[in-house]
């Protein structure tokens, strides 16, 4: 079953310590708090983007700090356009079945879900914010 947050409470540390539990292991840690900055605008890009920020109720190795959380957009309009083209269900594809196998880097995915009934996704990523820029 495919877990997807209520757009109006799109991210907190219950939901994120249901889909992490592999990665953070039971018993190990729980994140009590989730900080959200977004990073797009609402109005203009076919997700809501957020970097949340992890608190844990104690600190372990290899835990991490943040994710990127990609969330359907509350823009109606760009929601129509998505559930036509279905960029959502191609991105979580790729994170599911080609970067596991794939000699490309691509950011570690922690949780991708798609909502077959409205074509909307999420995606928990690795935050890649320390790593360096490369030239596009």
Not at 25 to 40: E, F, K, N, P, Q
Not at 55 to 78: C, E, F, Q, V, W
Request: charged fraction near 20%.
């Amino acid at each position: 079953m495919d877990l997807l947050p209520e757009q109006t409470q799109p991210i907190t540390p219950d939901f994120i310590n249901t889909v992490l539990q592999p990665v953070i292991g039971l018993g190990r840690a729980a994140v009590i708090d989730v900080r959200l900055r977004r990073l797009t605008g609402p109005k203009n890009f076919n997700a809501s983007i957020y970097r949340a920020f992890l608190t844990y109720d104690r600190m372990r190795t290899g835990l991490p700090h943040s994710l990127i959380a990609k969330l359907p957009t509350p823009n109606p309009d760009l929601n129509e356009r998505a559930a036509i083209f279905q960029p959502g269900v191609r991105e979580n594809w790729f994170y599911r079945a080609c970067a596991p196998r794939s000699s490309i880097l691509a950011p570690r995915c922690y949780y991708n879900a798609i909502d077959e009934d409205t074509g909307q996704s999420i995606l928990l990523l690795e935050d890649l914010s320390t790593a360096r820029t490369g030239n596009q």
